[in-house]
């Protein structure tokens, strides 16, 4: 049997638009206001890509900033993920466009398609390339433009989601940030939670599609609730079972709903200090969630004392998706 090598984040990156899109601004479209979103999802600002900017532009810089923290080239990379349900194209996969516009070598690439739990699927999919000696350095991205499949009429959708891009390099050689164990699942009968009716092979794109608004997101919000606390928690506990050897030191989750995060956490019995939360200024960035928050909370310090502890990464979304990876930081 062939011994499996370990894997790591070896280094993160992210990039997030400069234009903001505040709970003020969604008053001139929609009926609502400032509190009413803030009480209701924690959400006070997103960032929101440019009409010329896209998901591949974010995805590209937010991968050079994830090559340059780990101290790798482009040409050093043995294999791309990308996960987004926003690409720049039907087909190709926007990995393959990564691929060119890094200047990597003629390497595989691949896009994930997993909704929110997207990004944790592709670094669950990168540890087994990387452990297996199929290769030595894998990019990760998880990357959204949602303001491009977003509603914005829907009042109860649209105060929700923003742009933005994470990545990671998974690599055999890290200073920190090992990589334990992952788990993957999925609910396909519960597909209809969150989805976009039209566009695909079951209802092509037609004028009566266009005109039924029918190529945006539609979302049935507490269902999502329920499922996004009780799964959360099952998944933290699932990993603090799995290595009850390790304090468990931090969790950064999916950033869906300061509520559900919130709740999550109290059930859990987590201080406030121990759970990553940037939805107040980013909203809800779909596959680029994670990336963003591993990023920002290793930069900022905040994982400095989670050294030699526990650290838990977990997501949901539509198919109904989850995931998780527990590091050793």
């Known amino acids: 049997m062939i011994g499996l090598r370990p894997a790591g984040i070896r280094g993160t990156g992210h990039y997030l638009p400069e234009r903001v899109l505040t709970n003020e601004d969604l008053q001139a479209l929609v009926d609502t206001s400032d509190e009413w979103i ?13 009409a010329d900017e896209m998901t591949s532009d974010m995805a590209l810089a937010a991968s050079r900033s994830a090559l340059d923290h780990a101290g790798l080239t482009a040409r050093e990379i043995d294999l791309i993920i990308v996960a987004t349900v926003t690409g720049d194209l039907v087909l190709p996969a926007t990995a393959c466009l990564i ?19 997207g990004f944790l699927y592709g670094l669950n999919a990168a540890t087994g390339f990387v452990a297996t000696g199929a290769a030595d350095n894998v990019l990760v991205v998880g990357v959204e433009s949602l303001s491009r499949i977003t509603d914005y009429q829907d009042r109860a959708s649209c105060i929700l ?40 092979s079951l209802r092509p794109s037609s004028h009566e599609s266009v005109e039924n608004r029918e190529h945006y997101m539609r979302l049935r919000g507490r269902e999502i609730y329920k499922f996004a606390v009780s799964k959360m928690v099952e998944l933290v506990k699932e990993a603090k079972r799995r290595h009850s050897n390790l304090e468990l030191g931090y969790v950064v989750p999916h950033q869906v709903n300061l509520r559900i995060i919130d709740s999550a956490r109290e059930r859990l019995g987590l201080a406030e200090d121990q759970m990553f939360v940037n ?24 994982l400095d004392r989670c050294q030699g502890k526990l650290l838990v990464m977990c997501a949901f979304g539509a198919g109904l998706t989850w995931a998780s990876i527990s590091l050793k930081w």
């Open 161 to 200: 989601f923003g742009d933005g891009a994470g990545a990671a390099v998974v690599s055999n050689t890290f200073e920190r940030g090992e990589i334990l164990s992952g788990s993957l699942g999925a609910d396909g009968e519960r597909a209809d939670v969150i989805m976009i009716p039209a566009g695909g």
């Open 99 to 117: 691929q060119h516009r890094l200047g990597a070598r003629k390497i595989g690439a691949f896009d994930v398609q997993a909704a929110c739990s």
């Open 38 to 50: 803030i009480s209701r999802t924690g959400i006070k600002e997103r960032r929101i890509v440019r």
């Open 279 to 302: 939805i107040e200024r980013c909203g809800n960035t779909s596959a680029a969630s994670i990336g963003i928050g591993l990023d920002e909370a290793s930069r900022s310090g905040l």
